[in-house]
């Protein structure tokens, strides 16, 4: 180990022992990341040891200080509700029991894990204003060489609310990339990744990838210059696969150049497969992320069917009401 990477792992054990009670959860963590450097040594080069274990030192950096962060806020918060009024404070601490009793576990992660879900809830609510918003454009687009850009024309001068409609949808399409990519940062910071995440970790994957999906393949429908030469790009980019690339180029683009045949592929491939793969993918993202945080909340609170349907009134009830 480099002299350097000592004196940084020093500073970091200086500055967390400043807290007491994070220093004494977590300063086990920090010595095997430590003792790590060894064992690094012997499997791979200098410079990739250097590397791994300053990300190390960096991961451990960032989730100790959101750990000690919230601490801090919430003892601010109790105290400050306590100097104003012992009943008051009363209100406060059961309030305070309750709602932070999942949270106790891992506090953190919860909030990494409740905002994942509720970046999930955005995502089906984008997925949805672009499918209908989708629909309402497919009335007037006509996919063809001769009409596609003549039809968006129309849409955005002719049509009521039609440039409204065309912005929403090309809005809600680019936002469900950006927060898909966000949310699989806040899962992995939030080690979402582990296998009782399963579900929920694949879905958000390959929801990104299909939300990439349906703005790559939104590529040429404006029939516009730039899209027509990008696409035609990267649809040579796409034939330099090894053995499958002339296959799908053909595929994508219907035989030979780009033509109304193209777009009539890529507008099957957007409205249908990639639109409706998109809807299911956030449905069971969205599901999957609800049932595992019911993992966090204390036994009686937890949602089951089998109380619910305990809960609803029996036929015999019903029928003497």
Known sequence: MSQKDVELAGKIARLISHFPEEWQEYQDWLRDIISSQSVLEKHHPTWQTTLIFRWRLF??????AGVIFFNQLLKKLKSFFWERGSWKAGIFSQRYAIVTQPILLDRYRYILQ?????????ELTLGGIAAVTGILLAFYYRPTALGAYESLTMIVNEVAYG??????????????????????VVMFLGRQFLPSWLTGWISGIFLTLTAIGLSWSAIVLTWEQTGFWRFKLELSIVASIPLVGSALRDILSGGGGISSITLQHMYTLHSYVLAIAAILLSIIHLTALIFQEQNWKPEGTRFSFAKLCSESPSHEDSASI
């Open 59 to 64: 991961y451990f950096v960032i989730y100790v």
């Open 114 to 122: 409740r905002t994942a879900t509720l970046l999930a809830v955005a």
């Open 163 to 184: 440039t409204l409609i065309l912005s929403l949808h090309n809005i809600a399409r680019n936002a469900l990339i950006v927060l898909a990519l966000i949310q699989i």
